[in-house]
């Protein structure tokens, strides 16, 4: 079956550092979506992703799709202690119809 | 507008016992998920509901678990009995799914289960 793995598993930066989670795909997906879940929380929309090669912006975060749709990135510029939280992404398959969430990269930030 | 539903939003069992939980999605999503996410790990989805057809339980352990959405609205999921791996967060969540492709998942707060 599908598998969504993302690494790294851990990040800790220090505020002000730049931050990069990688979601990687065995398929080709049809969109992938990002989460953010903080600590005891539950997971909250960020954003999806639906053409090859696409790239969103909000504001201090920088989403991209790859070209084969099967990996995606997430950059956080100048991290804040507010970005604290792990960070999913779940891939929805070609022919599954169903998304995969991966393990989530947990961001700690020192102030 | 209120968010996804849950409750309870903690539960403490003994093992063997049964345990249900309830959900109770936005208002006018017709597509609901129930996950579970273990400690460190990404939620799982156990089954998907489009109105109140299952159309994805591959994932749920029928020989314990079972699911139900009568109505196409709110929705339980019962454990029965459980057993100590079944320790998790269960995570519900809905979208609209109205222009045939998967939209955005809403998750509710989750019920924390502890067996013991």
């Known amino acids: 079956g599908q598998q969504v793995m993302q690494i790294p598993q851990y990040q800790h930066v220090q505020e002000g550092e730049d931050f990069t989670t990688y979601c990687n795909s065995s398929?080709?997906?049809?969109?992938i979506q990002w989460y953010k879940q903080r600590p005891g929380g539950h997971p909250v929309f960020l954003i999806q992703l639906v053409k090859s090669g696409e790239v969103k912006k909000q504001k201090r975060l920088t989403f991209q799709f790859g070209e084969a749709k099967k990996n995606s990135s997430l950059h956080i510029t100048a991290t804040q202690t507010t970005d604290v939280g792990t960070y999913f992404c779940?891939?929805?398959?070609?022919?599954?119809?169903?998304?995969?969430f991966g393990d989530g990269t947990t961001l700690t930030v020192k102030p | 507008e209120a968010g996804v539903v849950q409750s309870p939003r903690y539960k403490i069992i003994e093992k063997k016992q049964p345990v249900a939980f309830w959900c109770n999605p936005i208002s006018g999503h017709n597509t609901l998920y129930w996950y579970r996410q273990n400690l460190g790990q990404g939620p799982e989805l156990l089954i998907r509901?489009?109105?109140?057809?299952?159309?994805?339980d591959s994932q749920l352990p029928k020989d314990r678990f079972s699911a139900e959405r009568l109505k196409g609205v709110d929705s339980t999921l019962k454990i029965q009995p459980a057993e100590l791996g079944d320790s998790a967060v269960y995570l519900c969540a809905s979208s609209s799914n109205d222009r045939g492709r998967e939209e955005t998942q809403y998750f509710g707060p989750g019920t924390r289960l502890l067996v013991l």
């Open positions: 398929t080709t997906l049809s969109n």
């Open positions: 779940a891939g929805l398959g070609t022919n599954a119809g169903k998304s995969t």
């Open positions: 509901y489009e109105n109140e057809e299952a159309v994805d």
